[in-house]
């Protein structure tokens, strides 16, 4: 039994030297989030998307009852993300922070955290994605994810997204592609025709049954520490 499981984990980590993906650069995103960092060796932040209000990149509840926005700069034209701006709303990061210390100061890993997120919204970039890569990187460091992480924006996109995937795979030397069902199911990306291209295309396989999935990270990694690293990886 020994000797299988070390088989597993040793495939495991040769997919992962030639693994990526895509993410959309959200805010305070739930645990499950983090799983698909962890199988891959790069993952894409899609920054070149256009802008969407009132969407996952800047709206979070990060209790049943308590939402944060990072306010937005506006100009009336349609603009990626990587374009996009925070507003200079007075004190709007002291309001967040105000809101995450009421939710969660009693939580056991608390103070270990907080002082060093504080210090992530007290300097934050004007930049979106900056000031959002940033937090990205804090919960990385904290859940032990090594994954690299590269911007679409960098590339050409005058593509289909098919295509776009195939010149990363080309450019990065990636052998396998991994996907979530439900894009597939919505016809944002077609696997069928990367896998006819020789790109191996795979499912995330992602724990659906466990209580700490949809558990925000702030509360995860306040509860659990530096344990938060171990319990993340039974869901991936």
């Given at each position: 039994m020994q000797k299988i499981l070390s088989l597993?984990?040793?495939?495991?980590?040769?997919?992962?030297?030639?693994?990526?993906?895509?993410a959309l650069p959200?805010?305070?995103?739930?645990?499950?989030?983090?799983?698909?960092?962890?199988?891959?060796?790069?993952?894409?932040?899609?920054?070149?998307?256009?802008?969407?209000?009132?969407?996952?990149?800047?709206?979070?509840?990060?209790?049943?009852?308590?939402?944060?926005?990072?306010p937005v700069?506006?100009?009336?034209?349609?603009?990626?993300l990587s374009s996009k701006k925070i507003a200079p709303v007075e004190k709007w990061n002291i309001k967040h922070l105000k809101r995450i210390r009421h939710q969660f100061h009693n939580l056991p890993y608390f103070y270990e955290y907080f002082y060093a997120l504080n210090d992530i919204y007290n300097n934050y970039d004007q930049h979106l994605v900056t000031f959002l890569e940033n937090l990205l990187g804090f919960f990385m460091q904290k859940l032990q994810i090594s994954t690299r992480i590269v911007h679409a924006s960098s590339f050409e996109q005058k593509t289909t997204l098919e295509n776009f995937l195939l010149n990363f795979s080309k450019v990065?030397?990636?052998?396998?592609?991994?996907?979530?069902?439900?894009?597939?199911?919505?016809?944002?990306?077609?696997?069928?025709?990367?896998?006819?291209?020789?790109?191996?295309?795979q499912a995330f396989n992602v724990a659906t049954q466990s209580k700490y999935g949809n558990i925000n990270?702030?509360?995860?990694?306040?509860?659990?520490?530096p344990e938060a690293s171990f319990l993340i990886r039974e869901l991936a």
């Amino acid at each position: 039994m020994q000797k299988i499981l070390s088989l597993k984990i040793l495939i495991k980590e040769f997919i992962k030297i030639v693994s990526f993906s895509v993410a959309l650069p959200v805010y305070l995103p739930d645990v499950r989030y983090f799983t698909f960092f962890i199988p891959c060796k790069f993952m894409m932040i899609t920054d070149h998307l256009q802008y969407q209000k009132r969407s996952a990149v800047t709206h979070r509840y990060i209790t049943e009852n308590s939402k944060l926005t990072i306010p937005v700069e506006h100009n009336g034209l349609k603009q990626p993300l990587s374009s996009k701006k925070i507003a200079p709303v007075e004190k709007w990061n002291i309001k967040h922070l105000k809101r995450i210390r009421h939710q969660f100061h009693n939580l056991p890993y608390f103070y270990e955290y907080f002082y060093a997120l504080n210090d992530i919204y007290n300097n934050y970039d004007q930049h979106l994605v900056t000031f959002l890569e940033n937090l990205l990187g804090f919960f990385m460091q904290k859940l032990q994810i090594s994954t690299r992480i590269v911007h679409a924006s960098s590339f050409e996109q005058k593509t289909t997204l098919e295509n776009f995937l195939l010149n990363f795979s080309k450019v990065y030397n990636q052998k396998t592609f991994y996907f979530k069902k439900t894009d597939v199911a919505a016809g944002w990306i077609n696997v069928h025709e990367l896998e006819k291209k020789n790109l191996n295309c795979q499912a995330f396989n992602v724990a659906t049954q466990s209580k700490y999935g949809n558990i925000n990270i702030l509360e995860f990694l306040f509860t659990y520490g530096p344990e938060a690293s171990f319990l993340i990886r039974e869901l991936a």
